[in-house]
């Protein structure tokens, strides 16, 4: 037999799953998504619309190597555009799926069975795609490598006190761990595809992945072990990995960077825009596929909370950086505050405060929280609003520097916007292939909220 799970009496777990189920359908259902249902004609646009960006991708990146990164609207002081804003933004995106998996899993939150999943897979493509840009930024991209410790002839090796440096070891390591904890939550998962498959490839490519899963109490043992293991390891680094690319600001002593609030201010706001597009994504694929008896509004309703939570925190950032501003006595401070308020891009710092501060504090109200619709237009509006916070960071903080004579106006090429809307299309194009070839809800952990009050209840291979 394998694990069991005792369910107290009187314990109300009810809610996270809609009555009527048992193991059959459950399995039936998540599994038949993938293996008998034919793709929605909603995904399948989707799919055509996110290829064609892709091609954009393809080509903006082709025509980059060809040019350089003067085809880009960088400039001096401005060294640092789109390339860097895209970057953190991703990377944030990328913290939800290991915040879902790693910290509520060790705190027995069972509310993330549901979402768990499809946050990971969305981890690793926002990673993916983050991972583009510091190579696509550094002028000769095929170099790259050097930017990895190697014995080499000439004994030239990374300066470690670069933030590039620290940039690849920090996504290369999270990449890693968030893979091989996705994958090993897959494997139970995996073979209960291989197990009701009806086509041979089907059964040969999910069997290869399944690593001869068969439920046994020695199998399971090793999964929780090695599960647990990998969530204790992954759960540092949420907190070090976007403290690791504030740092690419901190460090610096350009007015607007250099501030010790960085480290847990990222945090914070990577927490945020990570939840809204986990929300973002979720309304509409639950709809597609009907999963709204797995997905319930209870869920949607604990994410809202978090997104709000997280969202004050990142607004008390944005006074902090107001309060410091005036009581440091820096002039140079102070300008850069005024500027950012009131100088050209004072538009998208407004913009940025109505997107992450004003339009959230909606989510107090829970009616507003259990409104697909509104929380569908709220998490697009925070998406949107985390993109300007690293446009209003890099930006207004480097145009104009100590020297008035360097200032410059930065303006961003079609180039870049071909870029970043060609990164948004491999990602999405990359989540609903995940979607339609894996299954996007994990099966037995989603059967640990069935409401067997009293009770104890396994996941062995049978029943599983």
């Not at 903006?60 to 390339?83: D, E, M, T």
């Not at 840009?133 to 990895?148: D, E, N, Q, V």
């Not at 809202?304 to 944005?318: D, E, R």
């Not at 697909?372 to 993109?387: K, Q």
Request: with cysteine; charged share 15%; glycine share 8%.
């Amino acid at each position: 037999m394998a694990y069991k799970y005792h369910v107290t009496e009187g314990e109300n777990v009810a809610p996270l799953i809609a009555p009527g189920h048992d193991y059959a359908t459950i399995t039936d259902k998540i599994s038949g998504d993938v293996l008998d249902r034919k793709t929605p004609r909603g995904m399948m646009i989707t799919l055509a619309v996110s290829f064609l960006f892709v091609l954009v991708l393809i080509g903006a990146v082709s025509y980059l190597f060809y040019k350089g990164v003067g085809i880009w609207g960088i400039n001096i002081p401005v060294g640092w555009g789109f390339a860097i804003v895209n970057l953190v933004w991703w990377i944030g995106i990328g913290h939800a799926g290991t915040l879902i998996s790693a910290i509520l899993l060790l705190l027995h939150q069972h509310w993330r069975n549901a979402i768990n999943r499809f946050a990971e897979a969305m981890t690793l493509f926002a990673v993916a795609c983050a991972g583009l840009f510091p190579i696509l930024h550094l002028g000769r991209p095929w170099l790259a490598y050097w930017l990895t410790p190697y014995p080499n002839t000439m004994e030239v090796w990374p300066n470690f006190r670069s933030p590039l440096v620290w940039d690849v070891f920090a996504i290369s390591t999270y990449l890693l761990v968030s893979f091989m904890f996705w994958f090993v939550g897959l494997i139970p998962d995996l073979a209960s595809m291989r197990d009701r498959a009806r086509k041979r490839w089907q059964k040969i490519c999910y069997g290869v992945l399944a690593m001869g899963w068969r439920g046994s109490a020695r199998h399971w043992h090793r999964y929780e072990t090695s599960y647990l293991l990998l969530a204790g390891l992954a759960t540092p680094l949420v907190v070090s990995v976007h403290s690791v690319v504030s740092f690419d600001f901190a460090v610096g002593i350009i007015p607007g960077w250099h501030a010790t609030i960085f480290p847990p201010y990222f945090v914070a706001g990577a927490i945020y825009s990570g939840f809204a597009m986990v929300i973002t994504l979720m309304i509409p694929v639950r709809k597609l596929y009907h999963l709204e008896d797995f997905v319930t509004d209870r869920h949607l309703d604990f994410m809202a909370k978090v997104m709000l939570g997280t969202g004050l925190i990142v607004l008390y950032g944005y006074l902090s950086e107001l309060f410091f501003a005036y009581y440091s006595g820096s002039e140079y401070e102070g300008f850069m505050m005024h500027n950012r308020i009131t100088g050209p891009y004072g538009w998208s710092y407004a913009l940025l405060i109505l997107c992450n501060g004003l339009i959230p504090q909606a989510l107090w109200s829970k009616r507003v929280r259990l409104n697909t619709l509104a929380l569908f237009l709220i998490s697009i509006v925070v998406n949107v609003g985390m993109w300007l916070e690293r446009f209003v960071i890099v930006v207004t903080s480097l145009h104009r520097d100590f020297l008035p004579s360097s200032w410059d106006m930065y303006t961003p090429t079609i180039w870049d916007w071909a870029t970043y809307v060609g990164s948004l299309g491999v990602f999405v194009w990359l989540m609903f292939i995940f979607v339609r070839v894996m299954p996007m809800i994990s099966i037995f952990e989603i059967k640990h909220l069935l409401p067997w009050k009293g009770r104890i209840y396994d996941t062995s291979a049978d029943a599983n």
